[in-house]
Protein backbone atom coordinates (compact mmCIF):
# COMPACT_ATOMS: atom_id res chain seq x y z
CA UNK A 1 0.00 0.00 0.00
CA UNK A 2 2.98 2.24 0.39
CA UNK A 3 3.11 3.19 -3.43
CA UNK A 4 -0.89 3.80 -3.46
CA UNK A 5 -0.57 6.21 -0.52
CA UNK A 6 2.32 8.01 -2.06
CA UNK A 7 0.52 8.13 -4.86
CA UNK A 8 -2.51 9.58 -2.64
CA UNK A 9 -0.18 12.24 -0.89
CA UNK A 10 1.33 13.44 -3.92
CA UNK A 11 -2.21 14.54 -5.68
CA UNK A 12 -3.84 15.96 -2.50
CA UNK A 13 -0.33 17.55 -1.47
CA UNK A 14 -0.55 19.68 -4.32
CA UNK A 15 -3.81 21.43 -4.03
CA UNK A 16 -3.40 25.02 -3.63
CA UNK A 17 -3.41 26.09 -0.30
CA UNK A 18 -2.61 22.49 1.34
CA UNK A 19 0.19 21.72 3.39
CA UNK A 20 1.50 18.32 4.14
CA UNK A 21 2.92 17.59 7.24
CA UNK A 22 3.88 14.60 9.63
CA UNK A 23 0.88 13.25 11.49
CA UNK A 24 0.67 12.96 15.30
CA UNK A 25 -0.21 9.56 15.16
CA UNK A 26 2.15 8.29 12.59
CA UNK A 27 1.58 9.19 8.70
CA UNK A 28 0.58 12.86 6.95
CA UNK A 29 -1.64 15.24 7.60
CA UNK A 30 -2.95 17.32 5.24
CA UNK A 31 -4.12 21.19 5.93
CA UNK A 32 -5.57 24.13 4.41
CA UNK A 33 -4.28 26.78 6.73
CA UNK A 34 -4.80 25.77 10.04
CA UNK A 35 -7.64 23.40 9.31
CA UNK A 36 -7.41 19.38 8.62
CA UNK A 37 -8.89 17.87 5.17
CA UNK A 38 -7.74 14.25 6.47
CA UNK A 39 -4.77 12.37 7.07
CA UNK A 40 -3.32 8.98 5.70
CA UNK A 41 -1.40 6.37 7.24
CA UNK A 42 1.10 5.09 4.52
CA UNK A 43 1.88 1.71 5.94
CA UNK A 44 -1.31 0.87 6.49
CA UNK A 45 -3.18 2.62 3.23
CA UNK A 46 -5.60 3.59 5.55
CA UNK A 47 -7.40 7.36 4.99
CA UNK A 48 -9.21 9.27 7.87
CA UNK A 49 -10.91 12.28 6.85
CA UNK A 50 -13.28 14.37 8.97
CA UNK A 51 -16.81 15.66 7.68
CA UNK A 52 -19.67 16.86 9.46
CA UNK A 53 -22.36 13.81 10.78
CA UNK A 54 -24.50 14.08 7.89
CA UNK A 55 -22.26 13.90 5.68
CA UNK A 56 -20.38 10.94 7.08
CA UNK A 57 -23.63 9.41 7.25
CA UNK A 58 -24.20 10.09 3.68
CA UNK A 59 -20.87 8.29 2.96
CA UNK A 60 -21.13 5.08 5.16
CA UNK A 61 -24.81 4.75 3.29
CA UNK A 62 -24.03 5.26 -0.22
CA UNK A 63 -20.70 2.70 0.02
CA UNK A 64 -18.07 5.60 0.08
CA UNK A 65 -16.39 5.04 3.38
CA UNK A 66 -16.53 3.66 6.70
CA UNK A 67 -17.20 5.11 10.16
CA UNK A 68 -14.15 5.80 11.60
CA UNK A 69 -12.30 2.48 13.07
CA UNK A 70 -11.42 4.63 16.70
CA UNK A 71 -13.76 6.97 16.73
CA UNK A 72 -17.24 5.78 15.11
CA UNK A 73 -19.61 8.41 16.80
CA UNK A 74 -17.58 11.06 15.28
CA UNK A 75 -18.30 12.99 11.80
CA UNK A 76 -14.94 11.08 11.12
CA UNK A 77 -15.04 8.44 7.94
CA UNK A 78 -12.23 5.93 7.18
CA UNK A 79 -11.64 4.84 4.19
CA UNK A 80 -9.10 1.28 3.53
CA UNK A 81 -7.25 1.38 0.39
CA UNK A 82 -7.07 -2.23 -0.85
CA UNK A 83 -7.83 -3.01 -4.12
CA UNK A 84 -7.56 -1.41 -7.71
CA UNK A 85 -9.54 1.78 -7.43
CA UNK A 86 -9.02 2.89 -4.37
CA UNK A 87 -6.29 5.51 -4.76
CA UNK A 88 -9.14 7.21 -7.40
CA UNK A 89 -11.74 6.88 -4.03
CA UNK A 90 -9.41 8.77 -1.67
CA UNK A 91 -8.64 10.97 -3.61
CA UNK A 92 -12.57 11.72 -3.97
CA UNK A 93 -12.77 11.78 -0.18
CA UNK A 94 -10.21 13.87 0.62
CA UNK A 95 -11.42 16.20 -2.13
CA UNK A 96 -14.69 16.50 -1.00
CA UNK A 97 -13.14 17.38 2.21
CA UNK A 98 -10.79 20.02 0.80
CA UNK A 99 -13.67 21.86 -1.27
CA UNK A 100 -15.99 22.09 1.63
CA UNK A 101 -12.96 23.42 3.48
CA UNK A 102 -12.12 26.01 1.00
CA UNK A 103 -15.86 27.48 0.75
CA UNK A 104 -16.86 26.87 4.24
CA UNK A 105 -17.07 30.99 4.27
CA UNK A 106 -19.20 30.77 1.01
CA UNK A 107 -21.38 28.18 2.87
CA UNK A 108 -21.44 26.79 -0.71
CA UNK A 109 -19.63 24.86 -2.88
CA UNK A 110 -20.32 24.82 -6.79
CA UNK A 111 -21.86 22.77 -8.42
CA UNK A 112 -19.11 23.02 -11.20
CA UNK A 113 -16.26 21.62 -8.80
CA UNK A 114 -18.75 18.85 -7.13
CA UNK A 115 -20.26 17.48 -10.54
CA UNK A 116 -16.87 15.92 -11.54
CA UNK A 117 -16.18 13.63 -8.10
CA UNK A 118 -19.88 11.69 -8.75
CA UNK A 119 -21.04 11.51 -5.40
CA UNK A 120 -24.65 10.58 -4.64
CA UNK A 121 -27.60 13.05 -4.32
CA UNK A 122 -27.85 11.97 -0.40
CA UNK A 123 -24.06 12.83 -0.14
CA UNK A 124 -24.32 16.33 -2.28
CA UNK A 125 -27.62 17.30 -0.27
CA UNK A 126 -25.80 16.61 2.86
CA UNK A 127 -23.51 19.96 1.76
CA UNK A 128 -26.54 22.14 1.12
CA UNK A 129 -27.89 22.07 4.69
CA UNK A 130 -25.70 24.79 6.02
CA UNK A 131 -23.33 22.70 7.41
CA UNK A 132 -20.00 23.39 6.32
CA UNK A 133 -17.57 23.08 9.47
CA UNK A 134 -16.53 19.96 10.72
CA UNK A 135 -17.97 18.35 13.96
Known amino acids: ?5 QRVIAVVS ?3 GI ?3 PHR ?3 VEFTLGKVE ?3 IHPNMGLVDIPFTKRTRDALVYAG ?4 HHILPETGWISFWMRREGDVEQAIRLYRLSYLIKAHRRDHAIPQAELDPLHFSAAV ?3 LKRGEVETE
Open 1 to 5: MRNES
Open 14 to 16: AWD
Open 19 to 21: EAQ
Open 25 to 27: FAG
Open 37 to 39: IGH
Open 64 to 67: EAEL
Open 124 to 126: IDS
